[in-house]
C-alpha cells in the first residue's frame, strides 16, 4: 500500500506565471483535500474533490483551481502567482468524506520571486 | 479570524515528564477535534481525536481532554520522549469530521533527554 505522493517536491517561480501541483492519494482513498501552509502557520484549507468532484472550498481566490481524475489523483493549479503564494502545499486523502481518516503528503514547497 | 489557536508556540519538556499542549476554539459548530504531529520535511500524521460527545480519549501514552463548555482542548503526552519532538497541530472539523479541517498555528514541542 503507497502512501500520498506529491511532485514536485520544490518549485520556484516568478510572479505573473502559472503553476501546476500534483498528487497521488493513498491507494483506496477517494477524496482528495488540498491545503497551503505558510511560514509560520498551520495549513489552510484550500478545497476538497470527492469522486471527482469539488466538495467544499476555503477562502482562496479563484485563481486555485483543482482537479481530480478517474484514479482520484489530483491537480492544483495556481494562476497568475503573487508573492503571497510561496508556501508548502500539502495534499491528504481519505476515503470518503471523514476529515478525521485523513493522510498527507510531504508537500511542495512553492517559491514566487 | 483564527477559529483554532494555538497560544503557545514552543514547549520544552524534560524526558519521562508530562507534555500538556493547549487548544483552544471559537466555532460552536465544531464537533470533531483532532491532532496532528508534523516533523520537518514531513506532512502532517493524525495522532488521536475527539468528538463531542466525549470528554477524553486515550490512545497509549496520548490523551485529549475536551472541555465544551470553555471551548478547550489539550493533548497530554505520558511519559515524553525524545521521538515526540514535532510541531503539534490541534485542528476542528463540523459535522462529525465530514466538513473541511481547520487547523491551528502549531506548538513546537521539544523533549530534552
Known amino acids: 500500500e503507497t502512501g500520498v505522493t506529491q511532485s514536485p517536491t520544490h518549485l520556484i517561480k516568478t510572479r505573473g506565471q502559472q503553476v501546476t501541483l500534483r498528487c497521488s492519494s493513498q491507494?483506496?482513498?477517494?477524496?482528495v483535500s488540498w491545503y497551503q501552509q505558510a511560514l509560520g502557520q498551520g495549513p489552510q484549507f484550500i478545497f476538497q474533490?470527492?469522486?471527482?468532484?469539488?466538495?467544499g472550498r476555503g477562502n482562496f481566490p479563484p485563481r486555485f483551481s483543482g482537479l481530480q481524475f478517474p484514479n482520484y489523483s489530483s491537480e492544483l493549479n495556481v494562476n497568475a502567482l503573487e508573492l503571497d503564494d510561496s508556501a508548502l502545499y500539502l495534499c491528504?486523502?481519505?476515503?470518503?468524506?471523514?476529515?478525521?481518516?485523513?493522510?498527507f503528503g510531504p508537500g511542495t514547497r512553492l517559491t514566487v520571486l | 479570524d483564527q477559529q483554532v489557536k494555538q497560544n503557545s508556540p514552543s514547549l520544552s519538556v524534560q524526558e519521562g515528564r508530562i507534555s500538556i499542549l493547549n487548544c483552544d476554539y471559537t466555532?460552536?459548530?465544531?464537533?470533531?477535534f483532532l491532532w496532528y504531529k508534523k516533523y520537518p520535511a514531513e506532512g502532517p500524521t493524525f495522532l488521536i481525536s475527539?468528538?463531542?460527545?466525549?470528554d477524553k480519549n486515550e490512545d497509549g501514552r496520548f490523551t485529549v481532554f475536551l472541555n465544551k463548555s470553555a471551548k478547550h482542548l489539550s493533548l497530554h503526552i505520558v511519559p515524553s520522549q525524545p521521538g515526540d519532538s514535532a510541531v503539534y497541530f490541534c485542528?476542528?472539523?463540523?459535522?462529525?469530521?465530514?466538513?473541511?479541517?481547520?487547523f491551528g498555528t502549531g506548538t513546537k514541542l521539544q523533549v530534552i533527554p
Open positions: 491528504a486523502s481519505s476515503l470518503g468524506l471523514a476529515g478525521g481518516g485523513q493522510f
Open positions: 491507494s483506496g482513498h477517494n477524496t
Open positions: 474533490y470527492y469522486r471527482e468532484e469539488e466538495n
Open positions: 466555532n460552536s459548530m465544531f464537533d470533531y
Open positions: 475527539i468528538s463531542s460527545i466525549k
Open positions: 485542528a476542528a472539523s463540523a459535522r462529525g469530521g465530514y466538513q473541511k479541517v481547520t
